[in-house]
């Protein structure tokens, strides 16, 4: 895999980590920190959605994969609309493992892409979901 790749992937954690902190130390107030991280946390699982819609494109797969691939967007979206609190933390989360979980199973990336791919969305999303635990718990 591309060490930009990795580098960018890493990057992404600096609102998830950061946006918890500021809160808990008082340098953002807690309604701002969780605001700007539930829409980022939103916006970064469409994000994961890409990635099927362009193998089942690459791949001509027409099968599920196409249409599995508009879920993080729709999920994300109607989350941040109709939830709050700790059920949109919760459901954020549960989201982000759901889409590790189907990339595992799904992608049909080459071999030496698909494991460190694995590893790294693997670290990411425990990150992620302990980031949402954490801004939950203040």
Same mark, same amino acid.
Do not use: E, K, Q, W
């Given at each position: !895999?591309? @060490?930009? &790749? $990795? #580098?960018l992937g890493y990057a992404g954690l600096i609102p998830f980590v950061g946006l918890p902190v500021l809160a808990l130390t008082g340098q953002l107030h807690y309604f701002q920190a969780y605001t700007y991280f539930v829409q980022y946390s939103a916006i970064i699982l /469409?994000?994961?959605?890409g990635m099927h819609y362009l193998? &089942? $494109?690459q791949? @001509? @797969?027409s099968n599920h994969q196409l249409y599995v691939s508009m879920l993080p967007s729709i999920v994300g979206w109607t989350s941040l609309v109709f939830l709050d609190g700790y059920l949109l933390l919760s459901? #954020? /989360?549960i &989201?982000? $493992?759901?889409m590790l979980m189907y990339d595992k199973y799904v992608l049909a990336l080459e071999k030496d892409i698909l494991l460190p791919y694995t590893f790294m @969305?693997? !670290?990411l999303t425990t990150i992620v979901v302990i /980031?949402? #635990?954490?801004m939950a718990s203040i």
């Open positions: !895999m591309p @060490r930009t &790749a $990795i #580098l /469409s994000f994961f959605g193998d &089942a $494109i791949n @001509r @797969r459901v #954020l /989360s &989201a982000y $493992i759901g @969305r693997t !670290m /980031s949402h #635990l954490f």
